[in-house]
């Protein structure tokens, strides 16, 4: 995906990044035919099947919203997750020759949901694009109605987030590494690609731990109420993410307790 008109200063980096993703997430799966070969078409969704999704292996779609120009997909991006749910009006055409390479929808969700890091790359994806798209929609309005959307920069041994503040925002570490502490003592580290800051948001409570980069850190901040509309339209998506939560907090408290049993007795 590229948006059209003036770029935020993250765009082009996170674009590169969304851009991998899809060739990730169907890496070791099988088309399901040879690619579908099209000439210049004024509405992709009257040509496509509704039961597959397509990588664009060559040429450009422009997407038109209400038909507005607002942004174009090309090679490595995926087509046909607009699906099954009630969507504002997007059409998809191209002026060029299109490759795209076919897959069948169900075999793509199974495959992305067989593990924990499909699921990670997959929620990425989604709020990667939602993050673009909200903040080309902001770019539309008055700037004192315009969302905190976008990225934020750490250096090592700053704090992305404190124990005991209100919880705002979730986060995805894009490039660099940071460690969790509760109470000033590590119970955790905070890897690339990895959401944090989700718990307390969903349980609207206060911070339970600081975050402190242990590296410079390039961080996407996305706002609760964007993050929450995203889970509760996307339910597979909010069980995958609560799953990954759950095995997390296991270790932590594995961790805490072993701390605890390590600590000698006063």
Known sequence: MYLLGEQPAYADQLINRLQSIPGQLLDGLEPSGPPLRLDAVEDLAKVLPGNQLFLIENGLLHALVDERPLFYLQE?????????????????????????????????????????????????????????????LARLKQPEIRPATGFQHFAAGEELIHQGDE??????????????FVDGQKVGDV???????????????????????????????????????????????????????????????????????AKPAE
């Open 167 to 180: 919880a705002d925002h979730v986060f995805i570490i894009i490039e660099g590494h940071a460690e969790a």
């Open 191 to 261: 890897q690339k690609d990895e959401i944090f800051g989700a718990m307390a948001v969903f349980t609207r409570e206060k911070r339970s731990a600081t975050v402190v980069a242990s590296e410079p850190c390039t961080v996407m901040v996305i706002p609760k109420d964007q993050f929450l509309s995203l889970m509760q339209s996307n339910p597979r998506i909010a069980h995958s993410l609560i799953e990954s939560m759950a095995r997390r907090i296991d270790l932590l408290n594995k961790e805490v307790t072993q701390q605890r049993l």
């Open 76 to 136: 490595g991006d995926l087509v046909g997750l607009r699906q099954g749910i009630e969507l504002p009006s997007c059409r998809y055409r191209s002026d060029e020759p299109l490759s795209l390479v076919p897959y069948a929808r169900g075999d793509v969700f199974k495959h992305i949901y067989g593990s924990e890091k499909g699921q990670e790359l997959f929620i990425q994806y989604l709020i990667g694009h939602t993050a673009l798209l909200s903040d080309a």
